[in-house]
């Protein structure tokens, strides 16, 4: 599904290397965890595979199903089937939540030659999904993520990701500010897309996500490289004894 | 103090070219006097305080500059409301085309009437309202306007007016230089909705003046037609009595050169005012000019302007909006935003905003702010698959929404968006 390898990226603005030759690949249907101290670069890997601008690739690929990711613009990558639900959702005052899950699932569809949805089948769609995510009714007319809680963001982005269908998803720190009851009702919406066709990227700071969306395979990410790779365990072993150990071992 | 040379060769050329309509003692009285205005002002030129930002020379000029006529096949606008429609073509009227001017509350009759009859109720507000507002700026194209122009509406309404009054006014002449002069009273605790829409002519000199009574509203909506070489100066003036509401909203798009200019006076207590406008314009050959100006003269007024300009490719905008507060004028309510959304870094905003109070227990707040698309905002939409223009057009819309806001008839807030997201669509294919 995403295949990453010897990805080195550098800021635009300052010549700043973050990404330092970085490999991944994550089969169909395979949910993969990242973890790794802050400041390590997962933010930065998930906005360059979203093709957000400002960043330098200075070497590497990254392949969705084949296709050279990084050649393209952002929409195309999401019409690919890339998802990418932010660390810190954006919010666009004067644009309407709904206006906005309309656009962006039509131009999708439109991208890929398929037909509009209509506005009935749309709203039907958008109610039941966002019932399942607790998301009410006013809050799908509020502008984008305007006057939305840590929470209520977080859960939108679940809300777009359920809606738009996406292949890959990668989650960035979607646990981050979330209390117990609002982390199970985002892993639920999480799980409830598990497929055979789906993977998922996890990027997340603690165990506790995966406690819920239990991975496949687990990375362990430093200074702009996987320095560490294997299952469910390792994630518990970061939780136990935290990263000292793990950095302290491949230096 | 006489004029300068070249000022007063400008307006003396101008004015031999023109001549006084007829009509009884008193509208005849009150041209001349508006003549007279003219000549002691001089007609406007870059030179003047009130017009660094944009060249009236061609508003001034003997004869109009041409434009072309827009063709286009876009529905009619406020096509899905019932209203009493008023047609203007190059500002002469046309009775083939427009409806009967008759309606329950309302009586309108052409000026041109109004102004022939001896004895009519116009006597108090033609001219006067545009007189008042000649100090402390000197507005004399305002003045021209009464002086010259022959014909336009009197309307006056009595009772709330379900139906709105949509004056019309086409272009079909490429060289086409036309005048009118509109007057509406809306009597204590009535209430009407004034619609415009139209380019009108190549140049198009339009004024509008409002006597809001007590208790009454005066709602009030424009588009301006989209020819792009049309140039207009428009003038808005309203007397606004206790507790009357007064709203109006401007959309344009293209036209070379547009000059909106709206005085109100709050003269009775707990009045309030808003005017809003929204403008997109492409091109360096784009000007649009919101220049307003509020007076502030009785206690608990509230007053609000939202002005908002999209503009690209090296279009200009310019917004000069003053909040004055006389003394006494307590409680005051008085709040100003002027805002340009530049879309090329070649594009170009001037804005002169302007408090002056003389009572101490008022709030007054303004700002005024021009950027670019917010970066951010761009690629969060982008990576939810929307391409980048139609993104934009997102941004643009959610932009003008504050000022779109300020239109309280939800029917013509969804014609307005709807003509709007129309417009920025074509654009795109
Ligand atoms: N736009 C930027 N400007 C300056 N520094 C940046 C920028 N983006 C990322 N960085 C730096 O790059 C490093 C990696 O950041 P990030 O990808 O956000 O890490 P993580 O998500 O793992 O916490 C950090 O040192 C951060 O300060
Ligand atoms: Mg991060």
């Not at chain 2, 194209?141 to 949509?166: H, M, S």
Request: overall charge negative; hydrophobic content about 45%.
């Amino acid at each position: 599904m995403l295949e990453i390898k010897g990805l080195q990226v550098k800021l635009e603005a300052e010549d700043k290397q973050i990404l330092k030759g970085l490999s991944l690949s994550i089969g169909a249907g395979e949910v993969h965890a990242i973890m790794g101290p802050n400041g390590s670069g997962k933010s930065t890997l998930s906005y360059v595979l979203a093709g957000r601008e400002g960043y330098e690739v200075t070497c590497g690929t990254a392949e969705l199903n084949g296709a050279d990711l990084l050649g393209m613009e952002p929409e195309d990558r999401a019409a690919a089937g890339l998802f990418l639900a932010f660390q810190y959702p954006v919010e666009i005052p004067g644009v309407g939540n709904m206006t906005f899950l309309r656009t962006a699932l039509n131009a999708q569809r439109k991208s890929r030659g398929e037909e509009e949805l209509s506005a009935a089948a749309f709203l039907k769609q958008v109610r039941e999904k966002a019932k399942t995510l607790k998301i009410d009714a006013e809050m799908l007319k509020r502008a984008v993520n305007v006057g939305f809680s840590g929470g209520e963001k977080k859960r939108n982005e679940i809300l777009q990701m359920a809606m738009l269908e996406p292949r890959m998803c990668i989650l960035d720190e979607t646990d981050s500010g979330l209390d117990v009851d609002a982390m199970k009702l985002v892993a639920e919406g999480v799980n409830a897309l598990r497929s055979a066709g789906r993977s998922f990227l996890v990027i997340t700071h603690y165990q506790r996500l995966l406690d819920h969306i239990a991975p496949d395979v687990v990375h362990i990410m430093a200074d702009g490289r996987i320095i560490k790779t294997g299952g469910p365990e390792l994630a518990l072993e970061i939780e136990n004894n935290g990263y000292a150990d793990i950095l302290a071992e491949v230096a | 103090m006489a004029l300068p040379k070249l000022k007063a060769d400008a307006t003396s050329a101008r004015l031999d070219a023109l001549t006084l309509p007829k009509g009884a003692a008193w509208a005849v009285e009150a041209r001349k006097a508006a003549l007279e205005r003219v000549t002691a002002m001089g007609l406007p030129s870059r030179r003047d305080e009130y017009w660094r930002y944009t060249d009236p020379s061609a508003l001034v000029s003997v004869e109009a500059p041409s434009a072309a006529l827009l063709t286009d096949d876009e529905a009619p606008v406020f096509g899905t409301v019932d209203r009493i429609r008023i047609v203007f073509v190059d500002g002469v009227f046309d009775a083939d085309q427009s409806d009967p001017m008759i309606g329950t509350g309302i009586e309108i009759e052409r000026l041109s009437d109004a102004t022939a009859k001896d004895i009519h109720w116009a006597r108090d507000l033609f001219g006067v309202l545009e007189a008042r507002a000649q100090k402390p700026v000197e507005r004399s194209l305002a003045a021209l306007n009464t002086a010259f122009a022959a014909d336009g509406v009197v309307i006056r309404a009595v009772a709330k007016v379900e139906k709105p009054v949509n004056l019309i006014y086409l272009h079909k002449s490429e060289t086409s230089d036309a005048m009118l002069h509109n007057l509406v009273r809306v009597e204590a605790g009535a209430e009407m909705t004034l619609l415009e829409n139209g380019p009108a002519a190549a140049r198009f000199s339009k004024l509008l003046e409002v006597d809001v009574s007590d208790g009454a509203a005066f709602h009030h909506v424009r588009i301006q037609g989209r020819d792009h070489q049309r140039r207009a100066v428009t003038h808005t003036f309203a007397r606004l009595g206790q507790q009357s509401r007064f709203k109006s909203f401007t959309l344009t798009a293209n036209g070379v050169l547009t000059r909106n200019e709206c005085v109100i006076e709050l003269t009775g207590d707990d009045a309030s005012a808003h005017v809003a406008g929204a403008a997109v314009g492409d091109g360096t050959d784009f000007l649009h000019d919101d220049t307003v100006f509020i007076t502030h003269d009785a206690v608990g007024c509230e007053s609000r302007q939202v002005f908002k300009k999209v503009l690209r490719n090296g279009a200009t905008g310019v917004f000069q909006g003053k909040i004055l507060v006389k003394p006494g004028a307590q409680k005051t309510d008085g709040y100003q935003i002027s805002q340009s959304l530049l879309l090329d870094d070649d594009c170009q905003f001037l804005a002169k905003p302007e408090l002056e109070i003389y009572a101490d227990d008022v709030a007054c707040s303004h700002g005024s702010t021009s950027g670019a698309i917010d970066e951010t905002a761009m690629f969060y939409l982008q990576s939810r698959g929307i391409p980048k223009r139609e993104a934009t057009d997102l941004l643009v819309l959610a932009f003008l929404a504050e000022a779109l806001e300020e239109v309280e008839d939800l029917r013509l807030t969804e014609d307005l968006r709807g003509r709007l997201e129309g417009w920025l669509a074509r654009r795109r294919r």
